[in-house]
């Protein structure tokens, strides 16, 4: 009886854990820190040893978010360039 009240606790504990939820892509991309800390955890953290379809689950905005900001930091540098080429000096 001593052993199983333990195990009985545990359980519960366990089962009472709620799945921790990925931020959505409109948050990372608003806060670079968050995506900085969501890029490592899935690329080599605690999310990087997980089964294909739930790393997909809590990584794909992750991964969108990533595109989103090269994409815009591109974009910037290619106006910046077109900027500077077409103003009459």
Same mark, same amino acid.
């Given at each position: 009886?001593?052993?199983?009240?333990?195990? !009985? @606790?545990?359980?519960?504990?366990?089962?009472?854990?709620? +799945?921790?939820?990925?931020?959505? /892509?409109? &948050?990372?991309?608003?806060?670079?820190?968050? !995506? @900085?800390?969501?890029?490592?955890?899935?690329?080599?953290? +605690?999310?990087?040893?997980?089964? /294909?379809? &739930?790393?997909?689950?809590?990584?794909?905005?992750?991964?969108?978010?990533?595109?989103?900001?090269?994409?815009?930091?591109?974009?910037?540098?290619?106006?910046?360039?077109?900027?500077?080429?077409?103003?009459?000096?």
């Amino acid at each position: 009886m001593k052993n199983l009240i333990p195990i !009985l @606790a545990l359980l519960t504990v366990c089962g009472c854990q709620q +799945e921790v939820a990925a931020p959505t /892509a409109q &948050e990372l991309i608003d806060n670079r820190e968050m !995506l @900085a800390t969501w890029q490592s955890k899935c690329d080599s953290g +605690e999310y990087s040893h997980l089964e /294909a379809d &739930e790393k997909a689950r809590k990584c794909s905005t992750t991964r969108d978010a990533t595109i989103s900001v090269t994409q815009a930091a591109e974009g910037k540098k290619a106006s910046d360039f077109f900027k500077a080429n077409t103003i009459r000096k």
